[in-house]
């Protein structure tokens, strides 16, 4: 069974950046699409970005785009999202899974809370 460590989460400032990471023990990262997801609190779950499995094709989110970036590294059989300029608004509990659609996505583990707050 896949597991994911998803981890970089924190307190940043208005402006600010962080990398999230998402480590998978049990599969490789590369033979499957990857989506990043996250929940703000009273909200629904949205899927703000995403990586191909074979052309590393990506897509965002409008809320993201221009700001967030998604990456792979197969060496490290790790995904990345690299978050830049980050509004108050990300402040929310960031989640990876083998998906790209929240509705396909069967268990959710563990998140990693980005608070973007002066």
């Known amino acids: 069974q896949v597991q994911f460590i998803v981890s970089g989460g924190g307190l940043v400032q208005p402006g600010g950046s962080l990398r999230l990471s998402c480590a998978a023990s049990?599969?490789?990262?590369?033979?499957?699409?990857i989506g990043w997801f996250r929940q703000a609190p009273g909200k629904e779950r949205e899927m703000i970005s995403c990586?191909?499995?074979?052309?590393?094709?990506?897509y965002y989110a409008d809320s993201v785009k221009g700001r967030f970036s998604i990456s792979r590294d197969n060496a490290k059989n790790t995904v990345f999202l690299q978050m830049n300029s980050l509004k108050p608004e990300d402040t929310a509990v960031y989640y990876c899974?083998?998906?790209?659609?929240?509705?396909?996505?069967?268990?959710w583990g563990q998140g990693t809370q980005v608070t973007v707050s002066s």
């Open positions: 990586i191909r499995r074979y052309d590393g094709g990506t």
């Open positions: 049990g599969s490789t990262l590369a033979d499957y699409r």
């Open positions: 899974a083998m998906q790209c659609v929240v509705s396909l996505v069967g268990n």
